[in-house]
């Protein structure tokens, strides 16, 4: 076996199987056989307008590349006077010249801010740092090409939107790799089963059953073999109390009944009793934490980098909103994971003056 084919075995299974920080830096000694490039805003002419300006409406290809490769790091910083520009660009991006992205999400929700402004946070896989910096370090391999493009779907010219996409490239795509996905989802707002009620913890609420899923809200369903890595999740509250109720059930290879179920939103974001304060850590966290309280804003997220959730058929991830599902948020989600091609279709991308999150009159505690 050649050292070339060597290499390429074991980026496979770092890849399926998330190795730990320490064998990721130990590996630095060993030399490399592919090549690397990036794709980036840089000025061709030599000069300093290193930067994308985009107009109301226009789509723009920021990357197109051949394979077999892998884009192992993204980065975006945007300059524009559209208020909540962060839901309306749109980003998507297509592994070997698929009809369909298996990336689609407004640029702000795939890198977690949900609620269409910035905060800052820091995550194994992805973070965003001070001044508006947005990167990605999702191992995104691909065996014939990748293409990135962005969507202005503001009003608004973007006036400098600058990005670097750095690449490696290799001799062959090995076997046994799956393509990375995200897909964005929302319910603004969800349907609360009832809006009598005066605290979380009313018995008419608490003695209410759900074993299989009913009405849950649903980040991700998908079709192929695979496995779920994540989900970034913000929250608009409507209602007064706790939003974190509900339990996260995952259902797996067409189960009726879930065969993950969790303890409460909290719990699933690894934090405890609520969150009480932000938090932001490798693989979890709460980077903004509202009072409980409507009108307030909460972003969370989960990386299973080290717990994958495989499937073979298919794959459904799902959450209470309230116990049982008696709350009636506003919910703003990602959903990440890799697959075989090709996936099943993504659920229509709402309106972009949908996706701006406003309050709804939902009735409740604090909605009246």
């Given at each position: 076996?050649?050292?070339?084919?060597?290499?390429?075995?074991?980026?496979?299974?770092?890849?399926?199987?998330?190795?730990?920080?320490?064998?990721?830096?130990?590996?630095?000694?060993?030399?490399?056989?592919?090549?690397?490039?990036r794709a980036g805003s840089y000025d061709r002419t030599g000069g300093n307008a290193d930067r994308l300006q985009m107009k109301a409406g226009?789509?723009?290809?920021?990357?197109?590349?051949?394979?077999?490769?892998?884009?192992?790091?993204?980065?975006?910083?945007?300059?524009?006077?559209?208020?909540?520009?962060?839901?309306?660009?749109?980003?998507?991006?297509?592994?070997?010249?698929?009809?369909?992205?298996?990336?689609?999400?407004?640029?702000?929700?795939?890198?977690?801010?949900?609620?269409?402004?910035?905060?800052?946070?820091?995550?194994?896989?992805?973070?965003?740092?001070?001044?508006?910096?947005?990167?990605?370090?999702?191992?995104?391999?691909?065996?014939?090409?990748?293409?990135?493009?962005?969507?202005?779907?503001?009003?608004?010219?973007?006036?400098?939107?600058?990005?670097?996409?750095d690449y490696r490239k290799y001799a062959a795509f090995p076997p046994g790799l799956a393509y990375f996905h995200a897909q964005y989802r929302?319910?603004?707002?969800?349907?609360?089963?009832?809006?009598?009620?005066?605290?979380?913890?009313?018995?008419?609420?608490?003695?209410?059953?759900?074993?299989?899923?009913?009405?849950?809200?649903?980040?991700?369903?998908?079709?192929?073999?695979?496995?779920?890595?994540?989900?970034?999740?913000?929250?608009?509250?409507?209602?007064?109390?706790?939003?974190?109720?509900?339990?996260?059930?995952?259902?797996?290879?067409?189960?009726?009944?879930?065969?993950?179920?969790?303890?409460?939103?909290?719990?699933?974001?690894?934090?405890?009793?609520?969150?009480?304060?932000?938090?932001?850590?490798?693989?979890?966290?709460?980077?903004?934490?509202?009072?409980?309280?409507?009108?307030?804003?909460?972003?969370?997220?989960?990386?299973?980098?080290?717990?994958?959730?495989?499937?073979?058929?298919?794959?459904?991830?799902?959450?209470?909103?309230?116990?049982?599902?008696?709350?009636?948020?506003?919910?703003?989600?990602?959903?990440?994971?890799?697959?075989?091609?090709?996936?099943?279709?993504?659920?229509?991308?709402?309106?972009?003056?949908?996706?701006?999150?406003?309050?709804?009159?939902?009735?409740?505690?604090?909605?009246?």
């Amino acid at each position: 076996m050649t050292k070339s084919r060597v290499l390429l075995l074991a980026f496979a299974s770092s890849i399926l199987t998330a190795q730990p920080p320490a064998t990721v830096l130990g590996g630095l000694a060993h030399l490399q056989d592919y090549t690397v490039g990036r794709a980036g805003s840089y000025d061709r002419t030599g000069g300093n307008a290193d930067r994308l300006q985009m107009k109301a409406g226009e789509t723009a290809t920021l990357a197109e590349v051949t394979g077999p490769g892998e884009i192992r790091h993204m980065w975006f910083t945007i300059a524009t006077g559209e208020t909540f520009h962060l839901k309306k660009i749109v980003l998507r991006i297509y592994w070997d010249g698929e009809a369909t992205p298996s990336v689609e999400a407004p640029i702000g929700d795939f890198f977690g801010l949900g609620l269409g402004e910035y905060v800052e946070w820091n995550s194994l896989p992805m973070n965003v740092a001070p001044l508006r910096s947005l990167n990605s370090y999702w191992s995104m391999p691909f065996a014939h090409s990748a293409k990135v493009t962005v969507t202005n779907e503001g009003s608004l010219p973007i006036g400098a939107l600058y990005y670097n996409f750095d690449y490696r490239k290799y001799a062959a795509f090995p076997p046994g790799l799956a393509y990375f996905h995200a897909q964005y989802r929302q319910a603004q707002p969800n349907k609360g089963w009832t809006n009598e009620w005066s605290s979380n913890g009313d018995a008419k609420i608490n003695e209410r059953k759900n074993l299989n899923g009913e009405d849950n809200y649903v980040f991700l369903e998908a079709a192929g073999r695979g496995h779920f890595v994540g989900v970034t999740h913000s929250v608009l509250q409507n209602q007064d109390f706790w939003w974190g109720e509900g339990d996260e059930m995952i259902f797996i290879d067409g189960a009726k009944s879930p065969q993950i179920t969790g303890t409460g939103s909290e719990d699933y974001y690894t934090g405890s009793w609520d969150f009480q304060h932000a938090f932001s850590y490798p693989y979890a966290g709460a980077p903004l934490v509202g009072l409980e309280r409507a009108g307030s804003r909460s972003m969370a997220y989960r990386f299973h980098i080290e717990d994958p959730v495989p499937f073979t058929k298919s794959i459904k991830v799902t959450m209470e909103h309230g116990h049982a599902n008696h709350r009636s948020d506003n919910w703003y989600t990602v959903a990440y994971w890799y697959q075989t091609e090709p996936h099943a279709p993504f659920p229509a991308l709402p309106n972009v003056a949908d996706r701006i999150p406003r309050l709804q009159m939902v009735g409740g505690p604090g909605n009246q």
